[in-house]
């Protein structure tokens, strides 16, 4: 976990360095450097019911990270990205996944939701 949250940068390094595509990601400082390496980089949790938030709909935990990002642009094209994304993860049909509940999925597609999250990006 402490490699994780390294890699995240929500923790920083005590030693050593991080590299990402020849880049040293490991002393990041402006906020724009963290804001674009944290798009970049996603954590993905092994319980994923702990991480969906149960009162959301499968498309708009999906849709969160864009939204907070301020990369939602049109509403058809975020639609459209979600049931991509959502596709990728192996939830197809997506249309039949996005409207659901997290208690309305085994616990496989509960973890692709979950991936599917951290690929929109």
Known sequence: ???ARVATRLQVPTNG???MNGEDVTFLRSRAELRDYRRRVQMIFQDPF???????TIFDHVAEPL?????NGRAQSLA?????TLASAGLRPAEIFAP???KELSGGQRQRAVIAGALVM
């Open 17 to 19: 360095r991080m590299l």
């Open 80 to 84: 459209e990205k979600v049931q991509r």
């Open 67 to 71: 939204i907070v990002n301020g990369m």
């Open 1 to 3: 976990s402490t490699l």
């Open 50 to 56: 702990s991480s969906i938030n149960p009162s959301q």
């Open 100 to 102: 659901r509940y997290p």
